[in-house]
Structures are given as structure tokens and as C-alpha cells.
């Protein structure tokens, strides 16, 4: 099982990626006692059958493991989700695309750790595969709202490339201070 | 701390550049490959990226990549690294934390000596065929 929310974030981003899409798009939504996760891509999708088929944890397409009988990715979260009161969906067309939305609720006694987006970000970003993909993360605190948003095509030409650490290292101080902007009004929010 | 903007982002670039070309001396021949699956996340494969890239940036070893995979079929010893590294074969290492991650960089980057004790295999071979993608 992941150990903390931005794991789960992870793994289904790279679902994502590896459905051969194009385009992907995160948005992380938090408010004080939820948090809401948005992955959308326009991967390879999947058939009817398929769908119903995902959220049992011993059900693989088998393509890249041919003699694995488990996928574990979408039932931990499923699991994890369940245990807070949260919410799952997912939307999936053969041939044009996926979108799986889940809610925590963080305040739950069972949530787990929201984890460290920046890490996460930087390597949700720095695949060697060919995609674009757009982060938006937002913060809402009382009347308080901080976001910003990540465009990895927009960074991938400034930067060259994502697999040399100096490279790595700029992409993570730049992640770093957008979210840092999020952390104070979270200090704000503390103070009242 | 202020946001960055795109801008400065460019400008901090430029002011490494010059620095990253000192350091670049053997060219991008060694490659650190993180198996980041269900099976290595859970495990802890993201703290292992984070290491990784703190103790290559300490030791300013540009000259080496770092790229991210799925699974590469060893999941009962994951966090899985796999190094390529000239004059040496390329070796998949099993259960490494942070503190192997270190090790790997001084030993096996730095010395060409192995770290034995988390030596594990080539990938499966159910997924060798399609190197592992």
C-alpha cells in the first residue's frame, strides 16, 4: 500500500503516461478538509470490459508482464479511498482517453499523509517518454486561494532535458518555490 | 520565498551553464535507471529519486542521468535501480534506500565497485524483449 496521497498520485500519473497519451492533465484541488485529484489523459483508454475489470486487484492486461497475474495500482486506491469517505471515479473511451478523479477527505483519522508534491511533481515531469502534461494545483483556505500551474513542454524547453541532475535540480527549486507560495497561506490560516 | 517566474527560471539556467560545463568531464555515459511501478512507489522508490539527485548534486557529478521506468519485474525486492555504467555491466540493484543510493554513487559511480549485497538480476525476462517500457 502507498504510504502517502501524492504516491497514489504518482502511480495513477503513471498509468498515464504509459498509455501512450499525449497530453495529460493533473489538477489537485485542496480545500481544508478535502482534497480532490483530477487525471485525465488521451491515452490508449479502455474497452467496457476492461473497465469493469480494474478494480480487481487480479486483473492485468498482461501486455508488458506477460505471466503477472496481479495490478495493484487502481484497487490501493480504491481501498485507500474507501477507508476515508472519500470518492472514485473513472471514465475511459477505448482509443480516446481515461479520466480518474478521487477525493480524500483529510481530516479523516485513516486519510494518509499528503506526501511532498514537490518530489512528486518533479518526477510525474521528468518521464523520458514523450507527452505533455499540465499540473495545475490550487490551495483554497477561507477566502484564501493560491495556485499555480506547470506546463512540462513550456519548462522541457528551457530546461533541454529532465534527465541530468543540474537540469533536475532547477526544475525542483522552480516546483519548490510555486509551492511554497501555497504554504504561506496555510501559515496564514494557522495564525487565525 | 516569491514564486519563481519562467524568467528567472531562465536566468538561473544561464548562470549554471557555464558551471555545469567545468564539471561535465566524461561525457553522459553513466545512467541511473528508477523503477517507479505500484511495486517501487509503495516501497519507497520516490525518497530513493529524491537521494539520488541530492547526492549527485553534493558531489556535482553532472555527467550522470537519472531516468525513471515502470516495473521492472523484480518486485520483491523493490526500490529497484538498474546502473549503466561504462566498462561495467549493467547491474539491477534490489532494495535500496536511501543510504544504498549512496553507496551506489560511491561505490559503483565513483570507485567502479559494486555494492554485492543488493545485487539482484537483469529484468525478467517476460519483459526484456521491449526493455521493460
Same mark, same amino acid.
Given at each position: 500500500?502507498?504510504?502517502?496521497?501524492?504516491?497514489?498520485?504518482?502511480?495513477?500519473?503513471?498509468?498515464?503516461?504509459?498509455?501512450?497519451?499525449?497530453?495529460?492533465?493533473?489538477?489537485?484541488?485542496?480545500?481544508?478538509?478535502?482534497?480532490?485529484?483530477?487525471?485525465?489523459?488521451?491515452?490508449?483508454?479502455?474497452?467496457?470490459?476492461?473497465?469493469?475489470?480494474?478494480?480487481?486487484?487480479?486483473?492485468?492486461?498482461?501486455?508488458?508482464?506477460?505471466?503477472?497475474?496481479?495490478?495493484?495500482?487502481?484497487?490501493?486506491?480504491?481501498?485507500?479511498?474507501?477507508?476515508?469517505?472519500?470518492?472514485?471515479?473513472?471514465?475511459?473511451?477505448?482509443?480516446?482517453?481515461?479520466?480518474?478523479?478521487?477525493?480524500?477527505?483529510?481530516?479523516?483519522?485513516?486519510?494518509?499523509?499528503?506526501?511532498?508534491?514537490?518530489?512528486?511533481?518533479?518526477?510525474?515531469?521528468?518521464?523520458?517518454?514523450?507527452?505533455?502534461?499540465?499540473?495545475?494545483?490550487?490551495?483554497?483556505?477561507?477566502?484564501?486561494?493560491?495556485?499555480?500551474?506547470?506546463?512540462?513542454?513550456?519548462?522541457?524547453?528551457?530546461?533541454?532535458?529532465?534527465?541530468?541532475?543540474?537540469?533536475?535540480?532547477?526544475?525542483?527549486?522552480?516546483?519548490?518555490?510555486?509551492?511554497?507560495?501555497?504554504?504561506?497561506?496555510?501559515?496564514?490560516?494557522?495564525?487565525? | 520565498?516569491?514564486?519563481?517566474?519562467?524568467?528567472?527560471?531562465?536566468?538561473?539556467?544561464?548562470?549554471?551553464?557555464?558551471?555545469?560545463?567545468?564539471?561535465?568531464?566524461?561525457?553522459?555515459?553513466?545512467?541511473?535507471?528508477?523503477?517507479?511501478?505500484?511495486?517501487?512507489?509503495?516501497?519507497?522508490?520516490?525518497?530513493?529519486?529524491?537521494?539520488?539527485?541530492?547526492?549527485?548534486?553534493?558531489?556535482?557529478?553532472?555527467?550522470?542521468?537519472?531516468?525513471?521506468?515502470?516495473?521492472?519485474?523484480?518486485?520483491?525486492?523493490?526500490?529497484? %535501480? @538498474?546502473?549503466?555504467?561504462?566498462?561495467?555491466?549493467? *547491474?539491477?540493484?534490489?532494495?535500496? /534506500?536511501?543510504?544504498? !543510493?549512496?553507496? &551506489? %554513487? @560511491?561505490?559503483?559511480?565513483?570507485?567502479?565497485?559494486? *555494492?554485492?549485497?543488493?545485487?539482484? /538480476?537483469?529484468?525478467? !525476462?517476460?519483459? &526484456?524483449?521491449?526493455?521493460?517500457?
Amino acid at each position: 500500500m502507498h504510504a502517502s496521497l501524492c504516491d497514489f498520485l504518482l502511480d495513477i500519473g503513471h498509468n498515464a503516461i504509459e498509455a501512450d497519451s499525449k497530453n495529460i492533465c493533473l489538477t489537485i484541488r485542496e480545500e481544508r478538509f478535502l482534497i480532490d485529484f483530477t487525471v485525465k489523459d488521451d491515452g490508449k483508454g479502455m474497452s467496457e470490459e476492461v473497465k469493469k475489470k480494474v478494480s480487481d486487484p487480479f486483473y492485468t492486461d498482461g501486455v508488458k508482464h506477460k505471466s503477472r497475474k496481479v495490478g495493484l495500482g487502481i484497487p490501493f486506491l480504491i481501498q485507500a479511498v474507501e477507508a476515508v469517505g472519500g470518492r472514485f471515479s473513472l471514465e475511459s473511451e477505448l482509443g480516446k482517453g481515461t479520466t480518474v478523479f478521487f477525493r480524500f477527505i483529510k481530516n479523516h483519522i485513516d486519510c494518509p499523509p499528503i506526501g511532498d508534491f514537490v518530489s512528486t511533481f518533479v518526477a510525474l515531469l521528468s518521464f523520458k517518454e514523450g507527452y505533455q502534461m499540465v499540473i495545475n494545483r490550487s490551495l483554497l483556505l477561507d477566502e484564501n486561494k493560491e495556485e499555480y500551474q506547470l506546463d512540462r513542454l513550456e519548462l522541457l524547453e528551457l530546461l533541454e532535458d529532465f534527465s541530468t541532475i543540474g537540469n533536475l535540480k532547477l526544475l525542483k527549486s522552480y516546483v519548490q518555490s510555486q509551492e511554497a507560495a501555497l504554504d504561506e497561506i496555510r501559515r496564514q490560516g494557522w495564525q487565525k | 520565498m516569491a514564486k519563481m517566474t519562467l524568467e528567472e527560471l531562465r536566468k538561473l539556467r544561464d548562470s549554471k551553464k557555464s558551471d555545469l560545463r567545468k564539471r561535465d568531464i566524461a561525457g553522459k555515459d553513466f545512467q541511473i535507471i528508477i523503477g517507479m511501478g505500484t511495486c517501487g512507489i509503495a516501497a519507497g522508490a520516490k525518497g530513493v529519486f529524491d537521494a539520488f539527485m541530492e547526492e549527485l548534486d553534493a558531489r556535482k557529478l553532472d555527467n550522470v542521468a537519472v531516468t525513471q521506468t515502470g516495473c521492472m519485474g523484480l518486485c520483491y525486492v523493490e526500490p529497484t %535501480v @538498474e546502473i549503466i555504467a561504462p566498462d561495467m555491466p549493467p *547491474v539491477i540493484y534490489g532494495k535500496v /534506500d536511501a543510504t544504498v !543510493a549512496r553507496l &551506489i %554513487v @560511491e561505490d559503483h559511480i565513483m570507485k567502479k565497485k559494486m *555494492v554485492s549485497d543488493h545485487v539482484f /538480476d537483469r529484468p525478467s !525476462a517476460d519483459i &526484456i524483449k521491449d526493455g521493460g517500457k
